[in-house]
């Protein structure tokens, strides 16, 4: 009771939640900054909402400001582009602060200052803008023969680092007993191979802001069987032989037609000589 008494005599900003908030580049946060004036307050609204600089021998940087019923914005429009006053009204109790489309340099420490003579309070707020994840690529290295070693391989180009990478089977079956993860570097390793094993994998990475997954077909390919590869050598062998010995009895019978045609002709020529010379 004496407690709750001394909250009515003194300003009292009435916001909770998370002291820290992470949000994505390009999304939009709201920092809350609601607020109970004491009964004992009589003055007029006046609220900041100003960046903290992490140096203490520096100025802290006042980014909104509201009194006398009236929106002031300082730093000029490069610094307070994106931010707003949460309600149409801040006076009515209400001072949490917008911000749209985020940007890795809103990551700062945010204070807000709620005034109303005598009374005074403050909340401040830590936002950290992170990167989501980029797609990423989803890769096999290795044979994909029974029996042997495969490793799959997933990778993210882009997000806030630490990425966590986690894989696992589209058919809801379970993972490979064989099969053993690397969170941090997204392998998946199967180091004795099979059949049971073949199907769709995903590969998820995440971090606190977000996530992205690609997926990638594993196949059970069978060794080729040894006999039939040395039948089929052994086929192709007397093949080849036998396309040599067609080769070669043709060349033959070529090389015979020829000299049985320069014979004939020899003769022809000498019958005619001995004709003339009789």
């Known amino acids: 009771i004496l407690a709750s008494n001394l909250l009515l005599l003194q300003m009292n900003v009435t916001s909770t939640g998370p002291q820290t908030i992470q949000r994505a580049e390009g999304d939009s946060v709201t920092l809350g900054c609601s607020y109970m004036p004491s009964l004992l307050d009589t003055g007029e609204i006046d609220i900041e909402w100003s960046v903290l600089s992490p140096d203490t021998t520096k100025k802290d940087q006042m980014l909104l400001s509201y009194t006398g019923g009236t929106e ?4 000029g429009p490069r610094v307070t582009e994106g931010f707003s006053f949460a309600a149409g009204d801040p006076s009515k109790g209400d001072a949490s602060l917008s911000i749209a489309q985020l940007s890795r340099n809103h990551t700062s420490t945010y204070q807000c200052k709620v005034k109303k003579s005598p009374g005074v309070d403050t909340r401040k707020v830590s936002l950290v803008v992170k990167v989501k994840p980029s797609v990423p690529r989803c890769w096999l290295e ?4 029974v029996g042997g070693a495969v490793s799959l391989h ?6 806030s ?15 490979p007993a064989a099969a053993t993860q690397d969170g941090s570097t997204g392998e998946l390793r199967i180091s004795n191979h099979t059949q049971s094993f073949a199907g769709i994998y995903l590969c998820e990475v995440n971090n606190a802001v977000g996530a992205e997954r690609c997926r990638i077909s594993l196949r059970a390919n069978k060794h080729p069987n040894r006999s039939a590869v040395i039948g089929g050598n052994v086929v192709g062998s007397l093949l080849l032989v036998f396309i040599l010995l067609v080769f070669a009895g043709v060349l033959y019978w070529k090389l015979e037609d020829r000299r049985h045609h320069d014979r004939e002709f020899s003769n022809e020529i000498r019958s005619r000589v001995k004709r003339v010379n009789n």
Do not use: A, I
């Open 161 to 175: 680092t630490p990425l966590t990478y986690k894989w696992r089977r589209e058919s809801k079956d379970p993972m």
């Open 72 to 75: 002031y914005h300082h730093g």
């Open 154 to 159: 997933c990778e993210s180009s882009e997000g």
């Open 142 to 145: 290795g044979g994909e023969l």
